[in-house]
């Protein structure tokens, strides 16, 4: 297994591929920065990295899924990711779920933070969106490759490296809260523009 596949890999066990439900579409905003080129993109699993990086020696990762056949809560789905990725590392922390709800759909959160990918000399930190969907489940996650560490959430960086990292991580948190959803024409939603639906699933 290549190294982005030791750690994508470990977020897709869970997954159970499928279509969108009729035309419901997730819909991920462009990435602050510079463009994200697709790795892979099966209908079912997209996964992206920045321009100039690629899918076998990433340092920053953009995934989705469409779960079928899932009956629990998004919650209950980020718990399974976040303890499924977190047995990949050798030092982990995990934060979350938290829960809430947006567009009346029920959503999740949480994040892992991975010191050391087990056999790898690296840690990984991912942060994760599952939304609910009509007869679906999408999760979507944001990762970072981070130098290994036994303090699983502090990896260790140079001062001005530590201020950037976590500057970050806080776009990532704003892009997975206010540029991914769902559009559905039976339920339309203002953020559901023309232009906002091409650049989902």
């Known amino acids: ?10 977020v897709g066990l869970l997954a159970i591929a499928g279509a969108a439900h009729g035309a419901e579409r ?22 992206r990295v920045p321009q ?39 030092s982990v922390q995990i934060a979350g779920p938290t829960t809430g709800e947006e567009q009346g759909r029920q959503v999740a959160y949480g994040r892992v933070y991975c010191g050391r990918q087990k056999g790898q000399a690296f840690g990984i930190h991912f942060f994760f969106k599952a ?14 490759r981070t130098p290994a560490s036994d303090h699983a959430g502090a990896p260790p960086l140079a001062e001005d490296k530590a ?6 991580e806080g776009v ?6 206010d540029q991914v959803y ?10 559901c523009t023309a232009e906002a639906v091409p650049t989902g699933r």
Do not use: H
């Open 163 to 168: 201020i950037a990292f976590l500057q970050a």
């Open 1 to 10: 297994m290549d190294k982005a596949g030791a750690i994508i890999g470990a």
């Open 131 to 144: 939304i609910e969907g009509a007869e679906v489940l999408y999760l979507v996650g944001r990762g970072f």
């Open 52 to 90: 100039g990086q690629s899918g076998d020696d990433f340092q920053d990762v953009l995934t989705s899924q469409i779960v079928r056949d899932y009956r629990g809560s998004p919650a209950s789905y980020i718990t399974q990711t976040l303890d499924q990725l977190g047995q990949t590392c050798e």
């Open 26 to 47: 997730l819909v991920l905003g462009p990435y602050p920065g510079v463009p994200w080129i697709d790795v892979v993109d099966n209908g079912s699993v997209l996964e």
């Open 172 to 177: 990532a948190t704003k892009y997975l809260t």
């Open 182 to 191: 769902v559009c559905d024409p039976v339920f339309p939603d203002p953020k």
